[in-house]
């Protein structure tokens, strides 16, 4: 495969949004709770690319992930039931999901080390996330690329699981 991960640009939110779409299904397949409230939704991909927070993966020129980035923007972590690593700077990644066809393919995983590289690139040594307690997937890359779990935070009056993992300035 040959992979570039960038920001987003608004005439992709519907390629995007059918990515999420799918993802969104098969969580309820999965029997998940996470996204079945109407969120995340088509507005909500915009708003992303809009304020700079979308990032594609793609192989050669077909999108196949997707992720909303943020650095030091997310209230709910203000909340935390628990204890955060850290309290300086961070980046939070929403919203990550992959092409069905390439599910299986540690697409995700290369998302989130991704995240990695462009924290780094911005002096953030901090990476926070969440998900709901019943997304499986998600909860074993975060096992597998050493975050923390610290915690609960809330989000549209469900509780998610917080973690955080810190990166090396020599990395």
Known sequence: ?????????????????????????????????????????????????????????????????YASIVFNDEPAYEK???????????????RLAVSPEYLGKGLAKKILLYTEELALQNEIYSIKVDTNFDNIPMLKIFEKLDYVYCGEVEFRGGKRKAFEKTLSKNA
């Not at 029997?31 to 700079?52: A, F, T």
């Open 80 to 94: 935390l039931d628990g204890k955060w690593l850290t309290n300086g700077d961070f980046a939070v990644l929403h």
């Open 1 to 65: 495969m040959d992979l570039n991960f960038r920001k987003a640009v608004l005439n992709e939110s519907n390629l995007i949004w059918d990515i999420l779409s799918q993802a969104i299904l098969r969580r309820k397949e999965d029997g998940s709770q996470q996204w079945q409230d109407g969120y995340p939704n088509l507005d909500v991909v915009k708003k992303d690319i809009e304020k700079g927070a979308g990032y594609v993966l793609t192989n050669k020129e077909e999108i196949i992930g």
